[in-house]
């Protein structure tokens, strides 16, 4: 039968490996026997248990013996790779590059396949494999059509088709792309067997916080961008492990200083500062409650950090600014108001306890709509929402407005 | 949540420039008008002055002007609601619009259309501040699009460095890969005709003050116009003022105003 011709062999190829170990030999039938388990991942426990040479029973050269034109079959572990997606004659196509590892040597090899069912981990066997060359060095390119065999399926996970949150990350991913704020913990000189410096930190975004560890490459406060890292767990905490291959980006620095609306929605946390059109306002609920020592806006009559202080009620409204590179919608609070209403604080004191604030939000509303105005705003990234507050507020006058025009002609000539 | 669209600051140089479509965003794809100049259009903000207004197809339609060219705006459904308020305006009104480009293709050809969707009335200060902070912005571009272009720089987060905004960098990417240059000079050729069409403020000190005596000396003009005028300007002002008959010289040397 073609079955006992297949087991029989690889009880031979057993024997030839194990050097003739007859208790090798019988378990291998045994379990072949009795276990429903494919006949090669058995031979592959029986040899890692007796400490086997996988190449001997494969019939595969070690890695650093492979030469330009060899011929036939090779095991290895696949090492650090990375697909890319391309579409060709209207096909959806995908190319993998990366290496086979056998703790000898290393085999670069290119892969095209789209269904690619393999990860980083995986221990593979070619099958009559034909070995090029590409740098004057052995290289190897494969197809769908190749034999390849899984035959130790590794626990990684190749993340790099997406950009995940702290909360998607799982043991044994790879390829990691993450966005947050990098907070640095510290840095530790000459590590490893490379001597490089390891930098630790924390990467939190809006759904958690998680560590990292990054090999040489330097961490920095501010708003990061990581890829093609690896999540590694160290006792019941995972962390990001940042080295060869990854790389991290530098979106924006902590607490910058910004010139442009665009660039300060973009950031983490900062401030900006400029002239702009005030084309919305809203008017709605302008009223707040906020603390007297604090001044946090409270959603309960009481405030967490200073239940004794006094609650006061106090306008705030919300409004589009628009610099020409960006649209936020910002909150402005009553001291940078008071100046647009007539009568000031006083009014607007009257009108809260009369419970009428109509009056206010019609004089506000015309005396910001459309408006030019130079402004200076503070602004960070929310767990939803970008939330910006201004924090100087001038409505700009027909003599501001020829001034500031003089000097964009001055700056133009 | 869809972030809302910044209202570009563009001429009408720009904006009747625009020649390309451009589509972007995650879930609804925003599309955008990119001009000559790799700026990317969905809404705009112009300062302008009101010409007039025509019924085309039951839809009004607002001509205005910026100091470069004309612009017929659709008075789109933002609008609406406040139609009769155009009728209050009078031709040469200083304007602040805001508008949005609408884009079409059909067969391989690019129709586009500019809604208005709000009309306000401004002061001529704002009006111009609206213009000059607009060319202002396009010059600055342009010496970062000539760095980037003779640097020979087509990597977009490089780009977006230079220009100091990931959105002029996308703009700017498209426009290099789809036409493989910009031209600096047309629109450096432009502005340098904004600075003249703008420096009446100076012709005008001038005429002001030969108009407030009955007649004036070379050397008063300059005297009364000192740290503000340069004297070489002063001749040229002089001379024009001279050429377009408003002013006479009445002997070598004294100016009158003609009537």
Same mark, same amino acid.
């Given at each position: 039968?073609?079955?006992d011709?297949?087991i ?12 003739g170990n ?23 426990e029986?040899m ?6 996988i ?16 011929s ?14 391309y ?5 959806q ?13 290393k ?7 789209p269904s ?42 190749d993340?790099s ?11 044994d991913?790879? *390829? @990691?792309?993450?966005? =947050?704020?990098?907070?640095?913990? &510290?840095?530790? !000189?000459? /590590? %490893? ?12 975004d809006?759904?958690?916080?998680? *560590? @990292?560890?990054?090999? =040489?490459?330097?961490?920095e406060? &501010?708003?990061? !961008?990581? /890829? %093609? ?26 607490n ?7 660039q300060?929605i973009?950031?983490?946390k ?9 084309t ?9 409650d ?6 946090k ?14 609650v ?17 919608t ?6 940078y ?13 009257k ?20 408006k ?23 409505v ?15 700056e133009?000539? | ?16 420039g ?15 008008g ?55 305006l009078e ?22 259309r ?6 306000i009335?401004?002061?001529?200060a704002?009006?111009?501040?609206l ?14 699009i ?54 009446t ?59």
């Amino acid at each position: 039968m073609v079955y006992d011709g297949f087991i029989e062999e690889y009880v031979e190829k057993l024997k030839r490996t194990l050097e003739g170990n007859e208790l090798a030999v019988e378990e291998f039938l045994r379990r072949t026997k009795t276990e429903k388990t494919s006949p090669v991942i058995v031979a592959m426990e029986i040899m890692k248990k007796y400490s086997g040479d996988i190449h001997i029973f494969f019939s595969a050269l070690p890695i650093d013996e492979i030469k330009q034109g060899y011929s036939g079959n090779i095991v290895g572990r696949i090492g650090n790779m990375r697909c890319v997606d391309y579409e060709k004659e209207g096909k959806q196509r995908r190319r993998c590059m990366g290496f086979l590892d056998d703790d000898k040597g290393k085999l670069s090899f290119t892969i095209f396949d789209p269904s690619y069912p393999y990860a980083r981990g995986d221990l593979i066997l070619i099958k009559d494999a034909q070995v090029g060359e590409y740098s004057d060095k052995p290289y190897l390119t494969l197809s769908g059509r190749s034999q390849i065999t899984i035959l130790e399926k590794s626990n990684n996970v190749d993340a790099s088709s997406q950009t995940l949150k702290v909360k998607d990350l799982k043991p044994d991913m790879y *390829g @990691v792309n993450i966005k =947050g704020t990098m907070r640095v913990l &510290g840095a530790k !000189e000459n /590590t %490893g067997s490379q001597g490089v410096t390891l930098y630790s930190g924390v990467l939190t975004d809006d759904t958690g916080n998680v *560590g @990292v560890k990054s090999w =040489g490459i330097e961490l920095e406060d &501010g708003s990061v !961008e990581i /890829t %093609g890292g690896s999540v590694k767990q160290y006792q019941d905490r995972l962390y990001i492990n940042l080295g060869k291959g990854g790389n991290l980006k530098m979106i924006s620095r902590k607490n910058e200083i910004f010139t442009t609306l665009e660039q300060l929605i973009g950031s983490e946390k900062g401030k900006v500062s400029g002239t702009a059109v005030i084309t919305k306002v809203f008017t709605k609920n302008l009223t707040v409650d906020v603390c007297s020592v604090c001044g946090k806006v409270l959603r309960e009559m009481k405030c967490p950090k200073h239940p004794e202080a006094q609650v006061n009620t106090i306008i705030r409204i919300s409004a589009v600014l628009d610099d020409g590179t960006a649209s936020p919608t910002v909150y402005i609070y009553q001291k940078y108001l008071e100046g647009l209403i007539n009568g000031g604080e006083e009014t607007i004191e009257k009108a809260i306890i009369n419970g009428d604030v109509e009056g206010i939000s019609r004089q506000l509303e015309e005396a910001l709509t459309s408006k030019i105005v130079y402004f200076s705003l503070y602004g960070f990234r929310g767990t939803q929402n970008y939330y910006a507050e201004i924090e100087e507020l001038k409505v700009l006058t027909d003599a501001d407005l020829k001034e500031r025009y003089d000097k964009l002609m001055e700056e133009i000539e | 949540m869809n972030e809302r669209e910044p209202a570009v600051r563009a001429s009408t140089l720009e904006l009747s420039g625009i020649d390309e479509m451009a589509e972007y965003g995650e879930e609804r794809k925003a599309k955008y008008g990119l001009t000559e100049t790799g700026l990317l259009v969905n809404r705009f903000l112009l300062g302008a002055q009101y010409l007039s207004k025509m019924d085309e197809d039951n839809r009004t339609v607002v001509k205005v002007k910026d100091s470069f060219n004309e612009l017929f705006l659709y008075v789109g459904e933002f609008y609406s609601q406040s139609l009769e308020k155009l009728d209050e305006l009078e031709q040469s009104d200083d304007l602040m619009v805001i508008g949005k480009v609408s884009l079409s293709t059909n067969q391989g050809y690019l129709s586009k259309r500019f809604y208005a969707e709000s009309i306000i009335k401004i002061s001529e200060a704002t009006r111009k501040y609206l213009e000059a902070e607009t060319v202002h912005n396009l010059d600055s571009r342009l010496r970062k699009i000539t760095k980037i272009i003779s640097a020979g720089i087509r990597d977009e987060d490089e780009i977006a460095k230079i220009m100091e905004s990931p959105r002029y960098a996308r703009g700017i990417k498209e426009r290099l890969e789809k036409k493989g240059s910009v031209d600096i000079e047309k629109f450096r050729s432009s502005i340098e005709h904004f600075i003249d069409g703008n420096k009446t403020g100076n012709r005008d000190v001038v005429l002001n003050l030969i108009k407030s005596f009955r007649e004036i000396t070379y050397e008063e003009i300059i005297e009364r116009t000192e740290n503000k005028v340069g004297a070489e300007e002063i001749d040229q002002i002089i001379n024009n003022l001279l050429a377009e008959g408003e002013i006479t010289e009445i002997k070598s040397g004294v100016y009158k105003y003609i009537p």
